[in-house]
């Protein structure tokens, strides 16, 4: 494994690290379609959508999800390639 690939397997389970990003990402895959708009993810989580659009951000860094704007939302989908590359980095630990 590269020094690069390390580092985005770190940032990947940096992301993932976080009880509420986990909880995020399943509630984006339980969405209609496979996504969510950030305006359906506050209630479930019970935390401002400032707080929410921040773990957001860091799961969309990390590469674990898409954003879409759409109008004056942000709509999340997996990343079902990244999902895939961080279950093969844990098996290949």
């Known amino acids: 494994m590269t020094v690069e690939d390390a580092e985005r397997v770190a940032r990947v389970f940096k992301a993932l690290g976080d009880p509420t990003r986990v909880r995020l990402l399943s509630l ?3 969405g209609s379609g496979g996504e969510a708009c950030i ?3 506050t209630e479930p989580v019970g ?3 400032g707080t929410v659009s921040h773990h957001m951000k860091l799961l ?3 590469g674990l999800v898409t ?3 759409r ?3 942000a709509y999340f989908a997996l990343n079902a390639d990244a999902m895939e ?3 093969a980095a844990l098996r290949a630990v």
């Open 71 to 73: 109008g004056k939302w």
């Open 85 to 87: 590359a961080a279950a």
């Open 39 to 41: 305006c359906d993810l």
């Open 47 to 49: 935390l401002s959508q």
């Open 60 to 62: 969309t860094e990390a």
């Open 28 to 30: 984006i895959a339980a």
């Open 67 to 69: 954003r879409e704007q």
